[in-house]
Every structure is written in C-alpha cells, then in structure tokens.
C-alpha cells in the first residue's frame, strides 16, 4: 500500500504541477510574454513604405520626454560619412557604412554580426544610407556600384550583383527598397554625368527584372525635353535617398535628382525629364506611370533626394508630398497631378532669376533646402515636419563645356564661403499649407525626423543634438548632445514593454559641419521604474481544495482521513498556520518534499492556500 500511495502521490503531483503551470501562466503574466505593441519595429529607411515615419508608439510623451537618457551606445567607424537609416526588425538593429553591415542588440547595443564588403573596384562618392529588409534578408548598396543580399540572422552573404560602372563614377548610396518579392534601387551619380536609372531585381535570386532610365533618350518618353540632347547620355538624374510605394496600387515613387550640367541650363534646354522629379512607375513591371517636376529646367541644383511621402488629405483626396533643395514643401493631388500647395520651409528667393556668367546670389544653394531625410507625416494632426538646411550662395554659370569622364560637370561654380548654414523644422497642416510652428537652429539639419503618437516629433542637428519637440507647439522638450553630427536615422520601436529612441552620430559630410564625433548608434529610453512588489491576494479556499486534491488527496483521501494514525483533521486541530506551513514545507517519515527550498510567488501562493484550505474545511 506504501508503494501504491507513493505513486498515486507521484501521478497526483504531476497533475498539481501541470495546473499550477496554467494558473500561473493566467495569474501572473510577465512582460516578456506580452504581445509586443502595434508599431514595436522599425522595419524599413522611412518606417513603412508609404513614407510617414509616424510611430504608433506612446510611451515617451510630452509628460516625460525630459526624462530620456542614454541607455548603450555602439561605435561602427572611426570616422568619415555615417548617415544610414536604421531599420530594426526582431532582436536586430541594422545599421551601414561605406563598407560594413551591422546587426546590434537593439536594447543592449551589443553587436550581433557583421559584415565587410571588399570593394571590387575603385568607388565613387564614400557613403550608404542603410538597408531594406524583406523575409529573412537585409539588402544594400555599395559605393562601386553593387547590390547586395545577406542573411538578416547571420550576415552571411547570399549574393551580389552589379548594377553599374564604377570607372564613370556611378554608385549607389540610397537605401533600397523591398516589396512583392522584388528589391529595387537607384544609380547615383549625377555630377559625374552618368545616366540615372531604376533598377528591380528578384528579393531570392538577384535576376534583374526591369529597369527604368531617369534621363529620357531615343524614342523614350521625355527625350524631346532635352533639347539638342548634347547632354542626355551624360544628363544626371541620381537618386540619392530611398523610394516609396503605394501597395493599393503598385506605384513606386522615385525621387529624381538634377540635370547636368548643374549651372548650364542653356547646354540642355527645355525641362531635362525625368530629372528633380517625383517619377511614378509601376512597381511591378517598371512601367512609367506619371511624373510631377518640382523644376524644369534646373540651374541651381536643385535635386530631389528624399523619399515622397504619400497621405490623403481631409478630403481622402490621394496626396503625395515632396521636398528637395528647391526649399519647398510641395503637396501633391495625385488625381490632378498638380500642386494644390508650395511651402518655403527654409529661406526661398522670392523670384527665381536665372544663373549668368557673372554669379548671382541665390537661396537656397547647393547644400541647401530638403535632403536626404524629407517631410514625416502625423495622421492625427494632418502635419508634415519637415527638416531642411537654410544655406545660400554665389552661383555661376559657365555654359559649353563638355562631358569630363569621371570628371565634376556642374557647368559653372558656386561659393558659399561666409555665409552661414543654419537649420529649421517646420510644420506645416497638409490640408491647409499653414504653417503651424518653426523651429530654427544654429546648424544645419538633415537627420530623420519621426513624429508618434505620444505626440512628441524626435529628431537631430548637425550640433550632435538629440531634440524631442512637443507636436503640437514646437515647445522643445529634450536637447541631449550624443557627441556627433546627426544626419542619419532617428528612429523608435519597444522591446520587452519598453519604447526605445535609436540615433545615428558622429557624421562628416559638406552639409554636416559642426561637431563631428566617432560614428555610433546611441540608444535612449525612459528610465527604469522598479518593479512594483505583487499586490497582496487574499487567500483563495476554492484554489486551495482544488491544490489539495491535485498534490495530496492521492495519499491523504479526500477528506484527509485516508492514512491511519496520520488523520489529517488531528493535524490541523493541533498546530497553527505557521507550524502547518512548515511540515509541509519540510515534511518527516515517509511523506515526500513537494516544494523547494528555493521557493518562488506562485510557491508561496500555493502554500498559503493550500494551508488556508486545510484549516477552513479539515478542521
């Protein structure tokens, strides 16, 4: 009978521990079972591939944004360009320069993977503006005209392929985009005279599967707008950020850069398509769709670099927004294919006279206006917040020159020597064109700009500050110096219940001056509150008894009576709680230990109602 009790005892505290397991699960839930928030990663450059950037997250608010501190911080370069976006998918952070990939922890910093890309060939311009992700892999570019796909887990290399010529300065510095099966990318390049083209390619294989070219020749849409075409072998028409589509319709919005040469617009007359334009293709096949041109024509090097963003406005009339060097928010009816709105969101000429020989002062210059990093959109509100540099310059136009292979072709000169570079984050109502709120700083501004539901915007300067801005007033919350420039990603998810702000640092570039710093990703949350102690429960009879037969009726019976000389209504009749705790806890004879030394909550939980159960019904 010994042997019997012991296994029916055995069987018993396999079923109590089994119960226990669900009673604790649906008692007491921890954080790292949660399921994570709506908007817990930062899957791609621009958060989604509408553009936005809006974060549905609102931990950090306008109650205590003042609050955010440093968490970890990594370092990826020892110096030079770090203006990648960031994108953070699962437990992985990614980041890129020139030539390295990382994955980081994106709690603790700590690095995951890298990967280092050998150049095949001499590059064009240093720099790379971050990954796409799409099922598994991470895709970039390279500065000697390469595409790349690697394992999101473990870096480890999938395949490369070539989408240009380095020995005539073409590269690619925008972050691709991914969708559908397909990654997509652009050639950069403009002032070396390249042909700025879009290219698709198969996510699994690398096969290219279309192409588009941005400087339109031959019997191509656009040729007749290049005049003698002298230059449309050799037009520009880069693209230098990251592009946007519209996954209702297929639309892929490209963001093209100038026509070259820059400052001789008398060398390629009429309006240089598809250059400083939104070019809109079909996703899928690489069709040409439509095109808005922010200028035709351009003489002053007025590229389009960031990404549209596309909206519907209070109307739920389709919209896209787009800002480049011009200095100017354009809100776009994608019916009309017309601006309903033009907003300066930095010092704009009021007339636009044409560049001569002998040099005119304009505004914005070269390295002015919108860059890389464009408008963020807030649903709620309806604003865009955008960044741009205030900067201007003496321009001169030096017409006839010809194309220099590899060479500089801007057709003319330019100095901005002396005048300073500033910043602003402006405001600004979509459905309106209002200006809400500006924000003016002492240096320029290119990072990323994201606005949340906490109803804070996040962004950076070039002074290596980190700033949080209240959305509805522009009142500055937080200005934390990170130590380096900041023109790259700025960016928000949540781990483990937590929202987390990751930023790029440490920056050198012609519109980054400033402080400079040592390339790193710096990571800020809120601080830690400590855990709050379990609330006290009182003891629960009814989950005790149910305790009681899983463990001990096996042995003891039902009523406590099955055991001879071992009642247990003796028992509880003659000791106290405490003392009853503790036989249990440290049973004698031949009654088997149920609970650990060690012991946790649920535990002690169990014990006190199984006691409780004891003492109200056994007695």
Not at 125 to 137: D, E, I, K, S, T
Not at 227 to 249: L, N, P
Not at 415 to 422: D, N
Request: proline fraction near 5%; include cysteine; glycine fraction near 12%.
């Amino acid at each position: 009978m010994k042997h019997l009790c012991r296994i029916t005892w055995v069987l018993g505290v396999a079923l109590g521990l089994a119960g226990r397991a669900v009673v604790a699960a649906d008692a007491v839930p921890v954080a790292a079972s949660l399921p994570a928030p709506i908007g817990a990663d930062w899957e791609g450059y621009n958060k989604t591939l509408d553009g936005q950037r809006y974060s549905l997250l609102d931990q950090i608010n306008t109650t205590n944004a003042a609050s955010l501190a440093e968490v970890c911080r990594v370092r990826v370069a020892t110096r030079g360009s770090f203006q990648s976006g960031l994108v953070v998918v699962g437990n992985l952070l990614y980041a890129t320069t020139s030539t390295e990939t990382f994955a980081i922890d994106p709690v603790t910093c700590a690095l995951r993977w890298q990967h280092s890309y050998q150049r095949a060939q001499a590059p064009g311009l240093q720099g790379n503006r971050g990954v796409a992700w799409l099922n598994g892999r991470v895709f970039r570019g390279t500065d000697d005209a390469r595409l790349i796909a690697l394992d999101a887990l473990t870096g480890r290399e999938i395949w490369v392929n070539v989408l240009g010529d380095p020995t005539i300065g073409e590269y690619l510095t925008g972050a691709p985009v991914a969708w559908n099966g397909l990654v997509i990318a652009g050639i950069s390049g403009s002032e070396f005279g390249i042909r700025g083209r879009i290219i698709a390619f198969d996510a699994l294989t690398g096969r290219e599967v279309w192409r588009f070219n941005t400087v339109a020749t031959g019997a191509e849409v656009g040729a007749d707008t290049w005049g003698d075409r002298k230059w449309s072998e050799h037009g520009g028409g880069g693209t230098w950020s990251t592009m946007t589509i519209d996954q209702r319709t297929g639309e892929l919005f490209v963001p093209v850069g100038n026509p070259v040469p820059d400052y001789a617009p008398q060398d390629r007359p009429v309006a240089n398509l598809f250059t400083n334009s939104v070019l809109v293709l079909d996703a899928v096949s690489g069709a040409l769709r439509w095109w808005y041109q922010l200028q035709a024509n351009d003489d002053r090097d007025h590229d389009l670099a960031a990404a549209p963003v596309l909206f519907h406005d209070n109307r739920h009339r389709a919209m896209v927004a787009a800002a480049g060097k011009d200095g100017l928010l354009h809100l776009i009816d994608r019916e009309t294919r017309e601006a309903r709105f033009k907003v300066p969101v930095t010092t704009v000429d009021a007339q636009r006279p044409a560049v001569t020989p002998e040099g005119i002062f304009v505004c914005p210059g070269a390295y002015g206006g919108v860059l890389w990093n464009g408008p963020a959109f807030d649903p709620k509100r309806m604003w865009f917040f955008t960044p741009a540099v205030d900067q201007c310059m003496v321009i001169k136009s030096e017409p006839g020159t010809s194309y220099v292979r590899r060479g500089i072709n801007i057709g003319g000169s330019y100095s901005g020597e002396g005048v300073p570079m500033t910043g602003w984050i402006t405001a600004v109502d979509a459905n309106t064109g209002a200006v809400r709120w500006k924000y003016h700083a002492d240096v320029s501004m290119t990072g990323g700009v994201t606005p949340t539901a906490g109803g804070v915007v996040l962004t950076g300067d070039n002074a290596g500050n980190f700033l949080v801005f209240a959305s509805d007033s522009g009142k500055l919350l937080l200005k934390h110096n990170t130590g380096g420039a900041i023109s790259g990603g700025v960016v928000t998810y949540a781990r483990g219940g937590r929202q987390y702000v990751a930023v790029t640092s440490g920056n050198v570039s012609p519109a980054g001056f400033g402080t400079v710093g040592q390339p790193s990703v710096v990571v800020l949350a809120l601080p830690e509150t400590p855990a709050a102690p379990a609330a006290a429960t009182a003891p629960d009879v009814a989950r005790g008894e149910q305790l009681y037969g899983q463990i001990c009726a096996g042995c003891h019976g039902a009523d406590g009576g099955r055991i001879t000389a071992h009642e247990l209504k003796q028992t509880v009749a003659r000791t106290d709680a405490a003392q009853l705790l503790q036989t249990i806890v440290n049973p004698a004879g031949a009654m088997p230990r149920i609970f650990p030394a060690q012991r946790t909550a649920d535990d002690e939980r169990d014990l006190r109602d199984i006691v409780t159960y004891l003492q109200q019904r056994l007695r």
